[in-house]
Nanobody, 126 residues
Framework: QLQLVESGGGLVQPGGSLTLSCVAS???????IGWFRQAPGKEREGVSW????????KYADSVQGRFTISRDNAKKTVYLRMDSLKTEDTANYSC????????????????????WGQGTQVTVSA
């Protein structure tokens, strides 16, 4: 089964930037990928989604214009560039494979996504 490993999180001041990486254990060319986040005491929420070839992207309203998702299938990696970070962006960020075809994807809900790794923690604080 294809596995994904997230990295790139850390502590950043409000207004700062981070780029998260999601690296696959094998070929990911045929899969859309979603980024999600979960803050303590809250449900996991969809942040962004990218189609298998990168031609279509989606963003949660809360991050639209600040976050950019991209992918490099040759490097088996999906990126999430996060700019103008806010304290409310603090969460554990995870990526996951979308097992459903694009027309049936449940994004921003998690139902069609998996597997879930440990994620990478992003903390935005002064």
């Amino acid at each position: 089964q294809l596995q994904l490993v997230e990295s790139g999180g850390g502590l950043v001041q409000p207004g700062g930037s981070l780029t998260l990486s999601c690296v696959a254990s094998g070929l990911m060319d045929y899969y859309a990928i979603g980024w999600f986040r979960q803050a303590p005491g809250k449900e996991r929420e969809g942040v962004s989604w990218i189609s298998s070839r990168g031609g279509v992207t989606k963003y949660a309203d809360s991050v639209q214009g600040r976050f950019t998702i991209s992918r490099d299938n040759a490097k088996k990696t999906v990126y999430l560039r996060m700019d103008s970070l806010k304290t409310e962006d603090t969460a554990n960020y995870s990526c996951a494979i979308d097992y459903a075809p694009p027309s049936s994807s449940t994004w921003p809900e998690t139902k069609s996504f998996g597997p879930w790794g440990q994620g990478t923690q992003v903390t935005v604080s002064a």
